[in-house]
C-alpha cells in the first residue's frame, strides 16, 4: 500500500462519505429548505464510472470504508449497480448507506445482494403526524417496513438515526429507548448541527443529550459499552437488553481529535470538514489515479484540527467561513 492518508494532525483517513444525489423525496427540517431548493443539473453530478474511478484511486491510499449518502441515495437510479462495482475494489471492506428508508423496504433483498453491508436509516419520531411534519410529507410505516425488510436481508447492524430537537421530538426518547430491549437495533441520538442556512432554528432547536441519559435512569439501570468501531457514539446498554443507545455530540463535545472520515459531494467536490466551506473540486481530474489521489492530499492539507461549532451556538467568534450548503448537500 502506498503512503496512506494522514492529515497535518496525524489522523489517518479510512473512511470516504459519497453522497450520490442532492435530491431527496422528503424535506426534513432540519437538512432542507421546504421550497427553494436548487439542484444540481444532472450533467453536474457524479456518474457511476466516475464515483467508482474515485474509489479506485483511493483504495491503494487505504479507504477502506465507503458510505454512500444523498440526499437521499435511494432516488438514484440503479444504485444496486454501483454498489456492486464499489464492492469488487480490491481493498474495500465495507459499504454502508444513510436512507430515510422509505424506499428501502422494495429494495433491501437486491442491495443485500450487491454488496451492501449495512443501514443507516434516519427516523425521527414515531408518531405517524409528528413524523409527517418533521419530514414534510413523510409516511412512518414505510419507514418501519424498511427497517423490517432490512432487518430480513441481513443488513446489520441497524442504526436508527434520531436527530434530538428541543420541543420537537425530546418527548420520544423513552420510546426511542424501548426500540432496543427486545431487538438488536441501535438507536444513535444526534446532536442538531448548525450546518447550511439553519440559522436561529438551529439556535432554539438545539438540546444536550444529556436529557436522553435522565430519561433513561428514570426507567432502566444501564451502562456503557463498546459496540461496533464504525462511528462516534458514546454506546450505552439497558441492563438485559438486545440493542444499544448512542450519543452523538458533535456540537458540544466533538470527535474531531479521531476523525478518520472524507466526503465526496454529489457534484464532485472533497470536503474535508463537514463544517468548514473548503472545498475541491475533484472531477476534472477522474480518470487520472495520480491527479485524483493528489487532490485528495491536497484537501487534506487544509483540513483543520477542529470544527467551531459550539463557538458558533454560544455566539462567538469563528476563524473560518462555515459551509452554506444544506446537509442535504453534502450527505451528512
Given at each position: 500500500?502506498?503512503?496512506?492518508?494522514?492529515?497535518?494532525?496525524?489522523?489517518?483517513?479510512?473512511?470516504?462519505?459519497?453522497?450520490?444525489?442532492?435530491?431527496?423525496?422528503?424535506?426534513?427540517?432540519?437538512?432542507?429548505?421546504?421550497?427553494?431548493?436548487?439542484?444540481?443539473?444532472?450533467?453536474?453530478?457524479?456518474?457511476?464510472?466516475?464515483?467508482?474511478?474515485?474509489?479506485?484511486?483511493?483504495?491503494?491510499?487505504?479507504?477502506?470504508?465507503?458510505?454512500?449518502?444523498?440526499?437521499?441515495?435511494?432516488?438514484?437510479?440503479?444504485?444496486?449497480?454501483?454498489?456492486?462495482?464499489?464492492?469488487?475494489?480490491?481493498?474495500?471492506?465495507d459499504i454502508?448507506?444513510?436512507?430515510?428508508?422509505?424506499?428501502?423496504?422494495?429494495?433491501?433483498?437486491?442491495?443485500?445482494?450487491?454488496?451492501?453491508?449495512?443501514?443507516?436509516?434516519?427516523?425521527?419520531?414515531?408518531?405517524?403526524?409528528?413524523?409527517?411534519?418533521?419530514?414534510?410529507?413523510?409516511?412512518?410505516?414505510?419507514?418501519?417496513?424498511?427497517?423490517?425488510?432490512?432487518?430480513?436481508?441481513?443488513l446489520q447492524?441497524?442504526?436508527?438515526?434520531?436527530?434530538?430537537?428541543?420541543?420537537?421530538?425530546?418527548?420520544?426518547?423513552?420510546?426511542?429507548?424501548?426500540?432496543?430491549?427486545?431487538?438488536?437495533?441501535?438507536?444513535?441520538?444526534?446532536?442538531?448541527?448548525?450546518?447550511?442556512?439553519?440559522?436561529?432554528?438551529?439556535?432554539?432547536?438545539?438540546?444536550?443529550?444529556?436529557?436522553?441519559?435522565?430519561?433513561?435512569?428514570?426507567?432502566?439501570?444501564?451502562?456503557?459499552?463498546?459496540?461496533?468501531?464504525?462511528?462516534?457514539?458514546?454506546?450505552?446498554?439497558?441492563?438485559?437488553?438486545?440493542?444499544?443507545?448512542?450519543?452523538?455530540?458533535?456540537?458540544?463535545?466533538?470527535?474531531?481529535?479521531?476523525?478518520?472520515?472524507?466526503?465526496?459531494?454529489?457534484?464532485?467536490?472533497?470536503?474535508?470538514c463537514l463544517?468548514?466551506?473548503?472545498?475541491?473540486?475533484?472531477?476534472?481530474?477522474?480518470?487520472?489515479?495520480?491527479?485524483?489521489?493528489?487532490?485528495?492530499?491536497?484537501?487534506?492539507?487544509?483540513?483543520?484540527?477542529?470544527?467551531?461549532?459550539?463557538?458558533?451556538?454560544?455566539?462567538?467568534?469563528?476563524?473560518?467561513?462555515?459551509?452554506?450548503?444544506?446537509?442535504?448537500?453534502?450527505?451528512?
Amino acid at each position: 500500500m502506498q503512503a496512506g492518508l494522514v492529515d497535518p494532525f496525524g489522523r489517518v483517513h479510512d473512511y470516504l462519505r459519497i453522497s450520490v444525489t442532492d435530491r431527496c423525496n422528503l424535506r426534513c427540517v432540519y437538512c432542507m429548505p421546504e421550497e427553494g431548493m436548487q439542484f444540481e443539473p444532472p450533467d453536474q453530478i457524479m456518474t457511476h464510472e466516475e464515483i467508482v474511478s474515485v474509489v479506485q484511486a483511493l483504495a491503494p491510499l487505504g479507504i477502506r470504508k465507503l458510505r454512500l449518502t444523498g440526499g437521499e441515495p435511494l432516488v438514484r437510479k440503479g444504485l444496486d449497480g454501483l454498489i456492486s462495482r464499489l464492492s469488487e475494489i480490491p481493498g474495500i471492506e465495507d459499504i454502508a448507506m444513510t436512507t430515510n428508508g422509505i424506499y428501502l423496504a422494495a429494495c433491501a433483498d437486491r442491495l443485500k445482494e450487491a454488496g451492501l453491508t449495512r443501514v443507516n436509516i434516519s427516523l425521527d419520531s414515531l408518531q405517524p403526524e409528528r413524523f409527517t411534519r418533521i419530514t414534510r410529507g413523510g409516511k412512518l410505516k414505510r419507514v418501519l417496513d424498511g427497517v423490517r425488510a432490512s432487518q430480513k436481508a441481513g443488513l446489520q447492524p441497524i442504526k436508527l438515526n434520531v436527530v434530538l430537537m428541543k420541543d420537537v421530538n425530546d418527548d420520544e426518547v423513552e420510546d426511542f429507548l424501548r426500540l432496543t430491549l427486545d431487538e438488536e437495533i441501535h438507536v444513535r441520538f444526534i446532536e442538531y448541527m448548525p450546518i447550511g442556512e439553519s440559522g436561529e432554528a438551529w439556535k432554539s432547536g438545539f438540546m444536550s443529550l444529556q436529557h436522553v441519559l435522565d430519561t433513561c435512569e428514570n426507567s432502566w439501570n444501564y451502562t456503557s459499552c463498546d459496540v461496533y468501531s464504525h462511528g462516534p457514539a458514546d454506546s450505552y446498554r439497558i441492563e438485559g437488553a438486545a440493542g444499544t443507545f448512542g450519543l452523538i455530540h458533535p456540537v458540544s463535545s466533538h470527535f474531531c481529535g479521531t476523525c478518520n472520515r472524507l466526503r465526496l459531494t454529489a457534484d464532485g467536490n472533497i470536503k474535508p470538514c463537514l463544517y468548514w466551506s473548503d472545498e475541491f473540486n475533484v472531477r476534472p481530474h477522474v480518470g487520472n489515479a495520480s491527479a485524483v489521489q493528489a487532490m485528495f492530499l491536497r484537501a487534506l492539507g487544509v483540513k483543520p484540527e477542529t470544527h467551531d461549532m459550539l463557538k458558533a451556538l454560544n455566539g462567538e467568534e469563528i476563524r473560518g467561513i462555515p459551509s452554506l450548503r444544506h446537509m442535504s448537500q453534502i450527505g451528512g
